[in-house]
C-alpha cells in the first residue's frame, strides 16, 4: 500500500480532462521478484488496483482514471 500511495504522490493534477478520462494512470513500482516478498508486493499492488478500478478509479481534478 505504501508503494501504491508514493506512485500516486507524482500524479499531474492538472492537464485537459477529456484526455484525462481516456488515459489510465500506469503504476510502476521497482520490485525484486527473485524473493518471495517481491511476489508479494507484486500482487499486493495488483489487487489494490483491481479494488481501486471497481470503485470507479481515482478521481484527479474532476476526471475518474483508471489505474493500470
Not at 525484486?32 to 517481491?38: D, E, I, K, V
Not at 488496483?49 to 482514471?65: C, D, F, L, P, S
Amino acid at each position: 500500500m505504501f508503494l501504491l500511495a508514493l506512485a500516486l504522490a507524482g500524479l499531474p493534477l492538472f492537464g485537459h480532462p477529456t484526455q484525462a478520462a481516456e488515459k489510465p494512470i500506469v503504476i510502476g513500482a521497482p520490485l525484486s521478484t527473485a524473493f518471495l516478498y517481491g511476489w508479494d508486493a507484486e500482487r499486493a499492488i495488483k489487487l489494490a488496483v483491481e479494488e481501486i478500478n471497481a470503485k470507479g478509479g481515482v478521481t484527479v481534478g474532476k476526471v475518474k482514471r483508471p489505474l493500470k
